[in-house]
T-cell receptor, first 113, second 115 residues
Framework: DVKVTQSSRYLVKRTGEKVFLECVQD?????MFWYRQDPGLGLRLIYFSYDVKMKEKGDIPEGYSVSREKKERFSLILESASTNQTSMYLC????????????FGPGTRLLVL | AQKITQTQPGMFVQEKEAVTLDCTYD???????LFWYKQPSSGEMIFLIY??????QNATEGRYSLNFQKARKSANLVISASQLGDSAMYFCAMREGQSTDKLIFGTGTRLQVFP
């Protein structure tokens, strides 16, 4: 079974703090993704990566950065957290296949005060 | 622009009945993929079923089937013999083209199964 884990299920941070969200997958997948999920908006892609040290912007990259130093690990960084970044953050991974099915982690609910 | 539309914010179904969750999509690509995911209250997105645009037969996975109508650009999820554990949010998603694994998601449908 594909296993995607995220470092925290719940996180509370203060405005201006630097926040690290980590995601690890154990299936040697090439692709990794970070989404945020807000009520009524579905999932929106923040950043994704097709390989180690590669990253590409998604639809809403502003205020975020990412790091992929190892194939299995993809980190999302909020350089200076703001209240409008309070959200559910979901990490996913996929293998280069015909269908490209993404497998998700359990999510991190981030509250920025 | 590519888009996924789920027009049902919420649906109710009685246990053991079948239910259809609607999904329409818009794309100019000839090759694309359609997915359905389930999200229980715990938050994890669970992959349910996949349909490729060139697949001639509707995809099925256990109690889940995808009613794919290419001309109408619809990809409805049918859950047969609903169970209480099926209560969750359901998201339809589309892969953009063939050279990327990026997904576009709809806004979801909340399904409530009652006894």
């Amino acid at each position: 079974d594909v296993k995607v884990t995220q470092s925290s299920r719940y996180l509370v941070k203060r405005t201006g703090e630097k926040v690290f969200l980590e995601c690890v997958q154990d299936m040697d997948h090439e692709n990794m993704f970070w989404y945020r999920q807000d009520p009524g908006l579905g999932l929106r892609l923040i950043y994704f990566s097709y390989d180690v040290k590669m990253k590409e912007k998604g639809d809403i990259p502003e205020g975020y950065s990412v790091s992929r130093e190892k194939k299995e690990r993809f980190s999302l960084i909020l350089e200076s957290a703001s209240t409008n970044q309070t959200s559910m953050y979901l990490c996913a991974s996929s293998r280069w296949t015909l269908d490209g099915t993404q497998y998700f982690g359990p999510g991190t609910r981030l509250l920025v005060l | 622009a590519q888009k996924i539309t789920q027009t049902q914010p919420g649906m109710f179904v009685q246990e053991k009945e079948a239910v259809t969750l609607d999904c329409t999509y818009d794309t100019s690509d000839q090759s694309y993929g359609l997915f359905w995911y389930k999200q229980p209250s715990s938050g994890e997105m669970i992959f349910l079923i996949y349909q490729g645009s060139y697949d001639e037969q509707n995809a099925t996975e256990g109690r889940y089937s995808l009613n794919f109508q290419k001309a109408r650009k619809s990809a409805n999820l049918v859950i047969s013999a609903s169970q209480l554990g099926d209560s969750a949010m359901y998201f339809c998603a589309m892969r953009e083209g063939q050279s990327t694994d990026k997904l576009i998601f709809g806004t979801g449908t909340r399904l409530q199964v009652f006894p």
